[in-house]
């Protein structure tokens, strides 16, 4: 198995811009997870699919984000518009069985807003 | 608000040695305590779950334990190796029966010197 793809792996972009930030779960996960890593707070848990159905969405910053599975093996994460304090590593992570087992991250994209 | 310590001061240890990293919560209980490494540039990559129940779990040469009375979770890798240089990360479940979440401490980073 290829493991979680993440793409882009990096992108720089300037402030007010849509980004969009994709996801390829690995095949038979039905958990979905997007995480933001800074070095100020550490990793954080942003949102979280269950068979394609947000269930937590309560570390979603604002509305300026958003997130969508349309089915098992896609996922995006938007961000519109965007700004530098949204500069960070994105990762995404999938998991089966349980919220609590473990989770399979993947690669990451380095986010930079000028 | 519930949260997860981990010692921010980089632990640096010689060759052969065991190295003990901390993990300290507080404000709740967590039914499930979880290890990752992370090495720069990638995403976390699970390593060792302890369940509450749980006292000690080992793999290899590594073993976590989980004392509830101290709200504490010590990881040990014993006969370190330069190739254990990396940051690992506590992440401790939080959530009811049906919806939960990772809640991750912000690494400590561990340099095994040979």
């Known amino acids: 198995d290829a493991g979680v793809i993440q793409s882009p792996r990096h992108e720089v972009t300037e402030m007010g811009q849509e980004v969009t930030l994709r996801c390829k779960p690995i095949?038979?996960?039905?958990?979905l997870f997007w995480y933001r890593q800074t070095m100020m707070r550490g990793l954080e848990l942003l949102i979280y699919?269950?068979?394609?159905?947000?269930?937590?969405d309560s570390g979603m910053p604002e509305d300026r984000f958003s997130a969508k599975m349309p089915n098992a093996s896609f996922s995006t994460l938007k961000i519109q518009p965007s700004e530098p304090r949204d500069s960070a590593v994105y990762f995404c992570?999938?998991?089966?069985?349980?919220?609590?087992?473990?989770?399979?991250f993947g690669p990451g994209t380095r986010l930079t807003v000028l | 608000s519930q949260k997860i310590e981990q010692n921010s001061e980089a632990l640096n240890i010689q060759e052969g040695k065991t190295a003990t990293l901390t993990c300290n919560y507080t404000?709740?209980?967590?039914?499930?305590l979880q290890w990752y490494r992370q090495d720069p540039g990638r995403g976390p990559v699970f390593l060792l779950l302890?369940?509450?129940?749980?006292k000690e779990k080992r793999k290899e040469r590594l073993k976590v334990t989980f004392d509830t009375t101290l709200k504490q979770s010590l990881f040990h890798i014993t006969a370190s190796q330069p190739a254990d240089s990396a940051t690992y990360l506590c992440?401790?479940?939080?959530?009811?029966?049906?919806?939960?979440?990772?809640?991750f401490g912000q690494g400590t980073t561990l340099q095994v010197k040979p």
């Open positions: 992570a999938s998991t089966y069985l349980g919220y609590y087992n473990e989770q399979f």
């Open positions: 095949s038979g996960h039905d958990y």
């Open positions: 699919f269950n068979n394609n159905v947000p269930i937590d």
């Open positions: 404000n709740y209980s967590p039914a499930y």
């Open positions: 302890i369940r509450e129940n749980e």
């Open positions: 992440a401790a479940y939080h959530g009811s029966s049906n919806t939960g979440k990772l809640i």
